[in-house]
Nanobody
Framework: QAQLVESGGGLVQAGGSLRLSCAASINTFDQYTMGWFRQAPGREDRQFVATISLNGGITNYADSVKGRFTISRDNALNTAYLQMNSLKPEDTGFYYC???????????????????WGQGTQVTVSS
């Protein structure tokens, strides 16, 4: 059974940085588009944050995080990352990583469900 495990969340002041990691126990990790999504307080849906292609050459970001967040992956380590800089209180939420075998970088950002999800990690940005 494949598994995604997020880490790196925490409490940070506005303007600070955090780096999230997503460790995947998937034998064919380099065949999955990876993405980060977040669930804001009081919302039931998960919102797209960023996605990255199989070899990391193509990335896609939500407008709200462009220029502040960077998604990356290390296929040798079966791990995806989300570097978050200049954090704002509105970035607060539960962050999930996801893996999708079929969808492209762009398509994954619009799709509501994916092959695998992690359990999530909490990010809280204080003002």
């Amino acid at each position: 059974q494949a598994q995604l495990v997020e880490s790196g969340g925490g409490l940070v002041q506005a303007g600070g940085s955090l780096r999230l990691s997503c460790a995947a126990s998937i034998n064919t990790f380099d065949q999955y588009t990876m993405g980060w999504f977040r669930q804001a307080p009081g919302r039931e849906d998960r919102q797209f944050v960023a996605t990255i292609s199989l070899n990391g050459g193509i990335t896609n970001y939500a407008d709200s995080v462009k220029g502040r967040f960077t998604i990356s992956r290390d296929n040798a380590l079966n791990t995806a990352y989300l570097q978050m800089n200049s954090l704002k209180p509105e970035d607060t939420g539960f962050y999930y990583c996801a893996a999708d075998r079929l969808l492209s970088v762009a398509a994954m950002s619009d799709a509501p469900d994916h092959d695998y999800w992690g359990q999530g990690t909490q990010v809280t940005v204080s003002s």
